[in-house]
């Protein structure tokens, strides 16, 4: 080991120059240890703070591993190996946790204690010590020079004996002093050695000690421990791979496909349609009103569970029920010059919102009622469609809904054959074959002996009435022309009718159609004609009916133009046969009408007549009674009185029966009507 340099203790007395440069260098090797102790001090303390940190770090982390078995996951609880792995590592760990505290105690104690110590006790000293030295040298000067300003000439003895001994003690002050300092930072000399060496011994110890702890540890059970996890991540890996391999294979299969089936309609003019859905989902947009004359539209995502319309917007857990389907009406609409709408109503008059977000639109909804959504393709727009009605006719609760729907949708398309003109109507079709009725029930109709004697299997059905071309003639040519009833009434005859019938009352309806039957014993003919005839609109899309008022006297049944106040078609009262309003939906009724006999050899033909009306149909078939009913009364004077006695009469002496449709109603419900709701 190099000599130490020192600072000669005879040399104090005197105090040359040369002492006191020698003594500045000492000065300055002591200030740069003090500096570079604290430095070294901080690195210690940061190196015991991380090691604390990781005893702490430690001990959370073994806590966190028995959590895992405690976590409620969104996709079930973990695999069980794994909870079990994770807890033998708490166990590895906890021991772990043992090893770093005690490394952290042990250099607390041997690595910064020391320094701490050299710090505060040998440095604190020199420091100390050189604050007296320059007091005691003060004070020495001080007295040195009072002794110096003794008088020559006027000689104060007791003056000068105090002069000489104040410099005496401050002189021997200074030596004693100096003597100190001299010695302090000698010996500093010595102890820097130590005090740099002692911590990083104590540091090298710790570490030992640790690692000894930790090879005895990891004995042969850790290590059977550990090579089992490690088979276990490799084999997790390996499965990784494999399925990382296939999700790329299937990714490029799925974009190898040409780019047309990310075009929203792809094949518009020949799509592939599925009619015999049962389900459906996929994104609709919906419409709702968000002021008097201004509508939105709102993409949502609709799908369809049990006899329920189904919605769901993004983020939302699950779906809210928006409408009931069951015996609910769909139709093709023209709305706000969009492509693909349609229209869901629903028979109750009511819809069902579960959610905040569906109450947000459904206040905007028409009459609280009905929907209009839009299918984003002609395909999605005709599979919407099916569905909806094969639905809303209840196939789902049979035992084979799949194969209800193929049989009723083949035996539908082969059944019906639409026409369109009223002259038409008693044609017969080439081929019969066989008749589709669509139950309320859902359940796919079987050609029954009732329903084979009431229609006839093939009857073609009407589904508008054509005026005759009569009728378009220029009503204001010169010369006041009248214009010509199409069936054979004059204007003056009508007029005399309605003003001597004892019963005139209107309702607003929608003719859905009408078709030949074969019987008008029972009113199951009616209703069999009002499912063949709903069941044709469905297949064919043919939801478009204008509005008609039915006017009902006790003399006939007018339905009547109501913008040209035309009569379309005319029936004489005592030629209905039989009336009835369905059972379920109450807007729909029908009427049998018996035609003129050709012969006494030849029956008269029947023909049922459906319509859809703004009240309930069992309004209009009350009226048709009490029309019948007057008709037989006006043959016995005395039962007309009893029965004009029993009913309310208006001021001019007809029958007040119900409050009539008013046309300012009409004219409002025109806009909105313009769609049969069957």
């Known amino acids: 080991m190099p000599a130490v340099h020192r600072l000669l203790l005879e040399d104090a007395l005197q105090d040359s120059p040369q002492t006191r440069s020698l003594l500045s260098v000492f000065e300055e090797d002591a200030g740069t240890l003090t500096d570079y102790t604290n430095q070294l001090l901080q690195s210690l303390q940061r ?129 004693q002093a100096s003597m100190q300092y001299y010695c302090a930072l000698n010996a500093l000399q010595y102890r820097k050695r130590v005090a740099m060496l002692q911590p990083m011994l104590g540091y090298t110890q710790a570490q030992v000690n640790f690692f000894k702890k930790g090879m005895d540890m990891a004995s042969k059970k850790m290590e059977s421990f550990l090579s089992s996890v490690t088979s276990m991540n490799q084999s997790i890996q390996s499965q990784l791979d494999s399925e990382a391999e296939a999700m790329r294979q299937a990714q490029r299969e799925l974009l190898s496909v040409e780019d047309s089936i990310y075009m929203p309609d792809q094949d518009a003019s020949n799509p592939l349609i599925n009619r015999n859905l049962i389900q459906k989902a996929g994104y609709l947009n919906i419409r709702s009103k968000t002021g008097l004359v201004t509508t939105s539209w709102d993409r949502l995502y609709f799908f369809t569970q049990g006899g329920n319309l189904m919605c769901q917007p993004r983020g939302a857990v699950a779906g809210g029920m928006v409408l009931d389907l069951d015996n609910s009406s769909v139709m093709a609409v023209d709305c706000e010059d969009r492509r693909y709408c349609f229209q869901i109503t629903s028979p109750d008059g009511k819809t069902h919102v579960s959610f905040d977000w569906i109450s947000d639109w459904s206040s905007g909804l028409q009459s609280g009622r009905c929907i209009t959504l839009q299918a984003e393709s002609k395909k999605e727009y005709e599979e919407w469609i099916c569905s909806l009605n094969n639905i809303s006719r209840q196939i789902y609760l049979t035992d084979n809904p799949e194969a209800v729907a193929i049989r009723l949708n083949q035996t539908a398309i082969q059944a019906v054959t639409p ?260």
């Open 47 to 175: 190196v015991f703070g991380a090691q604390n940190e990781m005893s702490l770090a430690t001990q959370q982390l073994s806590k966190q591993l028995l959590e895992y078995e405690k976590q409620n996951f969104a996709l079930g609880k973990g695999d069980e190996e794994v909870i079990s792995t994770l807890q033998d590592f708490s166990e590895v760990v906890d021991e772990l946790n043992t090893l770093h505290t005690e490394l952290a105690n042990q250099l607390a104690d041997r690595m910064v204690f020391p320094m701490i110590q050299f710090r505060e006790k040998d440095l604190t000293e020199i420091s100390t010590l050189k604050d007296i030295f320059a007091i005691a040298s003060s004070e020495h000067d001080a007295s040195m020079a009072k002794y110096s300003r003794l008088p020559k000439r006027r000689e104060n003895e007791k003056l000068k004996t105090e002069v000489v001994g104040e410099v005496a003690y401050s002189r021997r002050k200074q030596h």
């Open 419 to 678: 026409i369109t003109s009223f002259e038409k109507r008693h044609d017969t079709c080439a081929e019969r074959v066989k008749p589709v009725a669509v139950e309320p029930s859902g359940v796919a109709p079987q050609d029954t002996p009732d329903s084979l004697e009431m229609i006839t299997p093939g009857t073609p059905i009407q589904f508008d009435i054509m005026m005759p071309a009569s009728e378009f003639l220029d009503q204001n040519r010169a010369g006041g022309g009248r214009r010509t009833n199409p069936f054979g009434e004059s204007e003056d005859d009508c007029a005399a009718q309605s003003e001597d019938s004892l019963l005139h009352q209107m309702f607003v309806v929608r003719f859905l159609g009408s078709m030949a039957v074969r019987s008008h014993r029972s009113k199951e003919v009616i209703y069999e004609a009002m499912r063949q005839v709903l069941a044709a609109r469905a297949i064919h899309n043919i939801f478009r009916t204008a509005e008609s008022h039915l006017v009902v006297t006790s003399k006939s049944l007018q339905l009547i133009d109501p913008q040209t106040q035309v009569p379309r078609i005319s029936f004489q009262l005592r030629d209905v046969v039989q009336f009835a309003a369905h059972q379920e939906n109450r807007r729909l009724m029908g009427f049998v009408v018996e035609g003129p006999e050709i012969s006494e050899e030849v029956e008269p033909s029947l023909s049922t007549y459906v319509f859809e009306s703004n009240t309930e149909g069992e309004k209009i078939c009350y009226t048709i009674s009490l029309g019948k009913e007057l008709i037989e009364a006006e043959k016995d004077p005395e039962a007309l009185a009893l029965l004009m006695k029993s009913m309310p009469l208006t001021s001019d002496g007809k029958f007040l029966v119900l409050e009539s449709e008013t046309v300012g109603a009409v004219q409002n419900g025109a806009e909105e009507g313009l769609e049969s709701e069957a």
